[in-house]
Structure formats: C-alpha cells, structure tokens
C-alpha cells in the first residue's frame, strides 16, 4: 500500500477524492479545507457546475450516476495515493414524507445500490457516505443493510453513526447519518468538538448581519436577500413573539389546518428561532416562512439565503452563482438545503487522515 512509505511522523500520503452526488460541493469544499485532494464531483444538476468547479478547483461531471463507469472513475486517480469514493445519495426517497409518498421519488431508491456498484468497481481504499438517519430504518428495501453488507463482502471495515450536528460545531440541529468504510482497519469519526454549553449559536452565526425588512436585499451582500410576505403574512410574523410560533397568533391570523387536530402537531411552522440556540434543521425550502421555524429572532421576515448558508457553514466568500447581482432565492435556497455541511466535510477529512496515520 502507498501509506507504507510515508512513516514519517505527521506526514500524510496523497489523499484523493472523487465525489458522487456532489452538489454545489459542500463536502467536497470541507474535505479541500483540511488538505485531502477534490479531483472531480458527479452530478444530475447541471446548474451546479459553476460553484462546484470554482469553489473546489476541480471537474464537474454532468452525469447521471447510473452511466459512470468504474473506469472512469479510476482513471481519475493518481497511482500511488490513497483514494477516496465519496457519496451522499438524495436522501428524499428515505424521508419521514417519503413513507407517507411512496411514489414520490421513487427512482432514487436504487442509487445507493448504484454507488455500491462503482465501489466494487473502483476498489477505493476508503469510502464515506452522508445521508438522512431514517435510511437505517427504510420500510420499503433494506437499503443501507445491504450497502453495509455489500461493502462488507468487499472487505472493508465498515462504520456508521448518527451525528448531531452541533456536537462537531455546526450552528444547526441537523442529524444525519455518517458512514465510513476503509479497506486499512477499523474506521471511525473524531470525537465529538463541542458540547452543549458551546454550541454555535444563531447568534454566533448571523448576528453580525445587516437588517432587512421582508423582501429586501442587502446592497453589499446580493445573496443577502429574502422573500417578500403578502399582508397576512407579515402580520402573522409581526404576532410571532421572540422563539413562538403560530399557536402565539390570534384565532383570526390562524390558518385553518392549524385549527385541526392533526395541523396542531406542527408546532414550528412559522416559528422564530431563538438567538441563543442552534438555528433549526436548513431545508430546500429554508428561506420560506411557513416551512417552518425560519422566522429571525427579531426582524419580521423569514431568513436570507445568505444566512441559511451560514447556517450550513458555507463561507461568506463561496461562490453560489456566476451573476451574483441577480440571484434566484429559490435556486439559492435549494442548492444551500441539498448541500453537505463544509464543516460535517471537515469532521469526515480529520477522520480519515487520523485513520490513515494510525494504519
């Protein structure tokens, strides 16, 4: 193996990675920040090309990864490094939604049959997946028991968790599962960073950020920008105390299905958070404000997209759009809602250069 001939105390061999389901790139950038080498990033969205290859300085690859060959990914890689098969599969199929939509998204159930695929194929030395915590319990296939038995079979030693986001630092209260695999040994991720009494905060996070009324955009900052409210809304939000939500509201502001018994268990739709507390979960529809506890603390609109990428710890110098004068809140929103936490990228690069160095 290459990691043989660098026994040089803290001297790491060349670590490479190719990543599947790649997105604007939010693992990819995390993984480049902690020195592992992004060689190219596959993806369905062509759209994400540009933050993609400028942000991370590699190949976007148009391409569904039902095509991809495991030559091509092999011929990616540089001979005498140890090499790294990343892949973050659409976790939609394996959402709490999905099991009450069994049609919805139907096709992306078998991709993570097909990244296994390409495993077996390229043989990488290490393999990380990222993906929602309901995949471990998926009613409809045995999904990630047979990508863990699967990988198994191949000879790795294989490793899965679920983190909470802001045990490693990250200012929301995502939970994902995070899956390791390595041909080396045993596998697994760094320690926890934080604990609850320094949690990054809301505060922490956005509060430097200029004022906005609803619909505004910052002159200095254009991803700094959020949706405009109709009348009602507006004065739903302006009803929402500091941390409530719509059960604060008036009778005559509630929506109906608030009033049914089964709309009084979304509790967090139309929320505010908190500046004290991690901000909540960043969905694709984040910058909504009735998607749920995405009202800011104070001011009366939902959050900007440039603050739901500070959330999922982009930095404020990412690229998200080639024209940033003009920018798309609800492609903004997506592209920052499907994304990989740089920082969760972090935490899994820490991992695997720790473990390259102990084997």
Same mark, same amino acid.
């Given at each position: 193996?290459?990691?043989?001939?660098?026994?040089r105390?803290?001297r790491?061999?060349?670590?490479?990675?190719?990543? !599947?389901?790649?997105?604007?790139?939010?693992?990819?950038y995390?993984m480049?920040?902690?020195?592992?080498?992004? !060689?190219?990033?596959?993806?369905?969205?062509?759209?994400?090309k540009?933050?993609?290859?400028?942000?991370?300085?590699?190949?976007?690859?148009?391409?569904?990864?039902?095509?991809?060959?495991?030559?091509?990914?092999?011929?990616?890689y540089?001979?005498?490094?140890?090499?790294? $098969?990343?892949?973050?599969?659409?976790?939609?199929? +394996?959402?709490?939604?999905a099991?009450?939509?069994?049609?919805?998204d139907?096709?992306k159930?078998d991709?993570l049959?097909?990244?296994?695929?390409?495993?077996?194929?390229?043989?990488?030395?290490?393999v990380?997946?990222?993906?929602?915590?309901?995949?471990?319990?998926?009613? !409809?296939?045995?999904?990630?028991?047979?990508?863990?038995?699967?990988?198994?079979?191949e000879?790795y030693?294989?490793?899965?968790?679920?983190?909470?986001?802001?045990?490693?630092g990250?200012?929301?209260?995502?939970?994902?599962?995070? $899956? %390791?695999a390595?041909?080396?040994?045993?596998?697994?991720?760094?320690p926890?960073?934080n604990?609850?009494?320094n949690?990054?905060?809301?505060?922490?996070?956005?509060?430097? %950020?200029?004022?906005?009324?609803?619909?505004?955009?910052?002159?200095?900052?254009p %991803?700094?920008?959020c949706?405009?409210?109709?009348e009602?809304?507006?004065?739903?939000?302006?009803a929402?105390?500091y941390?409530?939500?719509?059960?604060?509201?008036?009778?005559?502001?509630?929506?109906?299905?608030?009033?049914?018994?089964?709309?009084?268990? +979304?509790?967090?739709?139309?929320?505010r958070?908190?500046?004290?507390?991690?901000?909540?979960?960043?969905?694709?529809?984040c910058?909504?404000?009735g998607?749920g506890? +995405?009202?800011?603390?104070?001011?009366?609109?939902?959050?900007?997209?440039?603050?739901?990428?500070?959330?999922?710890?982009?930095?404020?110098?990412?690229k998200?759009?080639?024209?940033?004068?003009?920018?798309?809140?609800?492609?903004a929103?997506?592209?920052?809602?499907?994304?990989?936490?740089?920082v969760?990228?972090?935490?899994?690069?820490?991992?695997?250069?720790?473990?390259i160095r102990t084997?």
């Amino acid at each position: 193996m290459p990691i043989l001939q660098h026994k040089r105390r803290g001297r790491l061999p060349r670590i490479e990675v190719v990543d !599947l389901f790649c997105g604007i790139g939010g693992l990819s950038y995390g993984m480049k920040q902690k020195g592992l080498e992004i !060689l190219a990033g596959f993806d369905v969205d062509d759209t994400c090309k540009f933050a993609y290859e400028t942000n991370n300085n590699a190949r976007f690859f148009f391409e569904n990864v039902v095509n991809v060959t495991p030559d091509k990914i092999k011929s990616l890689y540089s001979k005498k490094s140890v090499r790294v $098969l990343a892949g973050c599969a659409p976790c939609q199929p +394996f959402s709490s939604y999905a099991f009450k939509n069994k049609n919805k998204d139907s096709e992306k159930y078998d991709l993570l049959y097909e990244f296994l695929r390409l495993v077996k194929g390229v043989k990488p030395d290490i393999v990380t997946m990222e993906n929602v915590p309901s995949i471990a319990a998926f009613k !409809l296939k045995p999904v990630l028991k047979d990508f863990v038995d699967g990988l198994s079979k191949e000879g790795y030693f294989v490793k899965y968790k679920v983190v909470y986001c802001p045990d490693y630092g990250i200012p929301q209260t995502r939970k994902r599962l995070v $899956l %390791l695999a390595s041909k080396l040994g045993e596998i697994d991720l760094i320690p926890p960073t934080n604990k609850k009494e320094n949690y990054v905060t809301v505060l922490d996070t956005i509060g430097m %950020l200029p004022e906005l009324k609803a619909g505004e955009s910052s002159v200095s900052d254009p %991803l700094h920008r959020c949706s405009a409210l109709t009348e009602i809304n507006l004065k739903r939000v302006q009803a929402t105390p500091y941390g409530g939500g719509w059960k604060d509201w008036p009778i005559e502001l509630q929506l109906d299905c608030h009033k049914k018994e089964k709309g009084r268990s +979304f509790g967090s739709v139309y929320g505010r958070m908190r500046w004290d507390r991690p901000a909540p979960t960043m969905t694709t529809q984040c910058t909504g404000l009735g998607n749920g506890r +995405f009202a800011h603390p104070e001011q009366d609109r939902a959050i900007s997209a440039r603050e739901a990428a500070l959330f999922q710890t982009f930095p404020i110098g990412y690229k998200f759009f080639a024209d940033e004068e003009n920018v798309s809140l609800t492609k903004a929103s997506r592209y920052i809602g499907n994304a990989v936490p740089p920082v969760l990228g972090e935490v899994i690069a820490e991992s695997i250069k720790l473990h390259i160095r102990t084997h």
